[in-house]
């Protein structure tokens, strides 16, 4: 389901930036805060954004060099030091961001937009470059959330004492 709803990246010049950042060249990797191309890449982990992003996605997010996160992009905030999130703006204004995971039912609490490290520009899925996803549809969110939920009862029924 996820694979249908993004299609390969469209744009040649940002494809061969990205290909070239992540051939493992001298100064061409980017962990957030450090110097190269300005690419950013985070493998994503999590259930917060299916069924868009899966498990295992590398997220190729760059800055946003002073600008604002727009309204249906998935920006990378900073949790900690290690720890980014990545979740899709339902609004920017005032200097703050809301926003919320694709599978997840009620929006974050909103943050400065100081705290973004970049809007996700492609998503590197197996050995293709695919355009981010678009925000799936009502329905869509509804039944993934409905599984994220059975799933998280499931291991709660199992796993944990009474």
């Not at 070239?20 to 917060?48: D, M, N």
Request: charged share 25%; hydrophobic share 40%; aromatic share 6%.
């Amino acid at each position: 389901m996820a694979e249908a709803t993004a299609g390969p990246l469209a744009d040649r010049a940002l494809r061969d930036r990205i290909l070239k950042a992540a051939s493992g060249g001298p100064g061409h990797r980017q962990a957030p805060g450090g110097a190269g191309s300005g690419l950013v890449f985070i493998r994503f982990q999590g259930t917060s954004m299916q069924p868009g992003l899966v498990q295992g996605d590398v997220l190729v997010a760059a800055p946003l060099n002073g600008g604002l996160p727009g309204r249906g992009e998935i920006v990378l905030r900073a949790r900690d030091e290690h720890v980014y999130e990545a979740h899709r703006v339902l609004e920017c204004a005032g200097g703050r961001v809301v926003t919320r995971g694709d599978s997840r039912p009620f929006q974050d609490r909103p943050w400065p937009v100081e705290r973004c490290r970049g809007r996700v520009v492609a998503v590197w899925r197996g050995n293709g470059l695919l355009e981010p996803p678009a925000r799936p549809a009502a329905g869509v969110r509804l039944w993934t959330l409905a599984g994220v939920m059975a799933r998280a009862a499931v291991r709660r029924f199992l796993f944990e004492k009474p």
